[in-house]
């Protein structure tokens, strides 16, 4: 399903081009940018199981097939040159598993912009309420930006720390 290219906001780099559905092809490289990005600004708050569960979570063949099945849709932000610079992915049409920025766009809009887009497609075409999220520590503000309220203490399962989110998508 496509998603209409964003216009590109003054305050996002230059060279960022679209968000739009990735596609089959684009999997292995989107799962590698979260794990790569996860390492990169996430692991350093988990244990070791955390770190492990998160590797096999995005390298889940059960998952590829819930993506290549269409219930489990995934949005890619990509720079003008074609590299994935973003991804979010939605699962049960309501709920965020992963939104992961390429280190070099960090604290330039593309989280945000990817979010308003997966926000937007939730909202009118998925004709959803609401959208939750488990943020991991590093994420906390940024989803408290974007107006996530947090709707329990952090949480811990399976080595992995996570504060359960929720936003209204009728304050988009």
């Not at 244990?47 to 063949?61: A, L, M, Y």
């Not at 203490?153 to 988009?172: V, W």
Request: hydrophobic share 40%; with cysteine; aromatic share 14%.
């Amino acid at each position: 399903m496509p998603l209409s290219c964003m216009m590109m906001n003054d305050s996002l780099r230059k060279d960022f081009r679209e968000i739009r559905f990735i596609e089959g092809s684009e999997w292995e490289e989107a799962m590698n940018l979260a794990y790569r990005t996860f390492l990169q600004f996430d692991a350093a708050s988990y244990t070791e199981e955390g770190i492990e569960n998160f590797r096999n979570f995005v390298s889940d063949h059960a998952l590829k097939r819930m993506f290549d099945a269409g219930s489990y849709q995934v949005i890619g932000a990509f720079a003008g040159d074609g590299k994935l610079i973003g991804i979010i992915s939605l699962r049960d049409n309501t709920h965020i598993s992963l939104l992961f920025v390429d280190r070099e766009y960090h604290r330039q809009g593309v989280g945000s912009a990817l979010f308003h887009a997966l926000a937007d497609y939730v909202r009118v075409k998925l004709h959803q309420d609401f959208i939750t999220v488990n943020a991991a520590p590093y994420a906390l503000g940024f989803y408290h930006k974007l107006g996530f309220r947090d709707v329990s203490e952090a949480l811990t399962r399976d080595g992995i720390i996570f504060t359960p989110m929720r936003y209204d998508t009728e304050d988009i």
